[in-house]
């Protein structure tokens, strides 16, 4: 799998939440970082920590949510993807940055970041 579909699969996934948590697991490294802004500013490391901060973002899902990649931009083994997310919970459009490292298929580091 190229880096391009292990992104495509990473939204893909978050889109159906925790309906595709083992997918969406299945995409990192075992000792892979995952820093977000949603549940906590530390850094979670490895599937495990990053199997909980899944689940603790799923236990209030936003309703109709939708989750629009605006453009991938792949250098390496370094992408950065830009998205926008929308859903009736929201005072409006949270727009956002994703930075991943990915080796092997896997990704090793993602970086989510809200912009404005």
């Known amino acids: 799998m190229d880096d391009r579909q292990v992104i495509d699969r990473y939204f893909s996934a ?14 990192f490294s075992v000792d892979a970082v995952y820093i977000e802004p949603f549940t906590e500013a530390t850094p979670a490391v490895g599937v495990e920590q990053i199997r909980d ?17 605006l453009s991938i931009d792949i250098s390496g083994r370094e992408a950065t993807a830009r998205w926008v997310c929308r859903s009736p919970s929201l005072p409006g459009p949270v727009n956002g940055v994703d930075r991943y490292r990915i ?5 090793t580091h993602l970086e989510v970041r809200l912009v404005d």
């Open 103 to 107: 080796e092997g298929g896997k990704i």
């Open 53 to 69: 901060r899944l689940r603790r973002g799923w236990e209030q899902p936003l309703p109709d949510l939708e989750l629009e990649v």
């Open 14 to 27: 978050m889109r159906r939440g925790s309906a595709a948590e083992e997918e969406l697991i299945g995409l």
